[in-house]
C-alpha cells in the first residue's frame, strides 16, 4: 500500500520553527521529485519546496524565499521542510506529494495534479 505520511505540525507564535517531515512507505523515493504544498482556508493548493531525490537539486516558489529549505534523507525515504521565521499568513495544512521522474527532466512542478501520489496533510498554525 502506498502512502506519505507528513507529521511535524502544530502551534507555533509568529517567528519560530518548525521541521516537518514526510515519510515513504510502499515505495522508495528512488528518481523521484518530492515536494511541499501547503493550503489556507478557502484557498487553492500551493506549491512551496521542491526537491529532487537523484542529485538533491531544490525548487523554492517565490513567496517563501529563503525560508523553508527541504531537505531529504534518501536511506530513510524522508523528506523534510525547515520552517523559519514563520508568519500568521504560514497558517495552512502542509501536505507533501511525489512523482516518479524516470527519464524526465524536472526542473520543479507546481501543481500537485502533476504528482502521483500525495498525504493527507499536517497542520500548521501560526498565532501572532
Known amino acids: 500500500d502506498v502512502q506519505l505520511q507528513a507529521s511535524g505540525g502544530g502551534l507555533v507564535q509568529a517567528g519560530g520553527s518548525l521541521r516537518l517531515s514526510c515519510a515513504a512507505s510502499?515505495?522508495?523515493?528512488?528518481?523521484?521529485?518530492i515536494g511541499w504544498f501547503r493550503q489556507a482556508p478557502g484557498k487553492a493548493h500551493e506549491g512551496i519546496s521542491f526537491i529532487r531525490s537523484s542529485d538533491g537539486n531544490t525548487y523554492y516558489a517565490d513567496s517563501v524565499p529563503g525560508r523553508f529549505p527541504i531537505s531529504i534523507n534518501n536511506a530513510k525515504d524522508t523528506v523534510y521542510l525547515q520552517m523559519n521565521s514563520l508568519k500568521p499568513e504560514d497558517t495552512a495544512v502542509y501536505l507533501c506529494?511525489?512523482?516518479?521522474?524516470?527519464?524526465?527532466?524536472?526542473?520543479?512542478?507546481?501543481?500537485?495534479?502533476?504528482?502521483?501520489?500525495w498525504g493527507q496533510g499536517t497542520l500548521v498554525t501560526v498565532s501572532s
Open positions: 510502499g515505495f522508495t523515493f528512488d528518481n523521484y521529485a
Open positions: 506529494a511525489a512523482r516518479f521522474l524516470g527519464a524526465y527532466k524536472y526542473d520543479g512542478s507546481w501543481y500537485l495534479g502533476e504528482y502521483e501520489y
